[in-house]
């Protein structure tokens, strides 16, 4: 297998890349792994950034119980402008705006 931290990442650039089914799917992973580098990987960061994609996605309800998950979610610093997720809320939205305005489009 390969590490939570890998996963995540992968899962980060699917989401960029607005792969969001890949993505949710390496976030998925990387939570199910017992063992990460980096704090949350494996627990409330792959969470946090399941609940953005499906927030931006207008899927409000399923959001809501990935952000229920987070329990150990620490807040970011004020004026930080990060989540500490590797995305922010901002930038999830930009992303799945342009690819719902493509999908309109093509």
């Given at each position: 297998?390969?590490?939570?931290?890998?996963?995540?990442?992968?899962?980060?650039?699917?989401?960029?890349?607005?792969?969001?089914?890949?993505?949710?799917?390496?976030?998925?992973?990387?939570?199910?792994?017992?063992e990460c580098r980096t704090i949350g990987v494996n627990d409330w960061l792959?969470?946090?950034?399941?609940?953005?994609?499906?927030?931006?996605?207008?899927?409000?309800?399923?959001?809501?119980?990935?952000?229920?998950?987070?329990?150990?979610?620490?807040?970011?610093?004020?004026?930080?402008?990060?989540?500490?997720?590797?995305?922010?809320?901002?930038?999830?939205?930009?992303?799945?705006?342009?690819?719902?305005?493509?999908?309109?489009?093509?």
């Amino acid at each position: 297998g390969r590490s939570a931290d890998f996963q995540f990442l992968m899962g980060l650039i699917y989401m960029n890349n607005m792969r969001f089914d890949d993505a949710v799917h390496e976030f998925q992973k990387a939570s199910c792994q017992k063992e990460c580098r980096t704090i949350g990987v494996n627990d409330w960061l792959a969470y946090y950034n399941i609940g953005v994609i499906h927030e931006c996605l207008g899927q409000k309800e399923k959001a809501a119980e990935w952000y229920r998950k987070c329990k150990n979610y620490r807040r970011r610093r004020p004026g930080s402008g990060r989540s500490g997720a590797g995305m922010s809320r901002e930038r999830g939205r930009k992303i799945v705006r342009k690819k719902a305005e493509n999908r309109k489009k093509g």
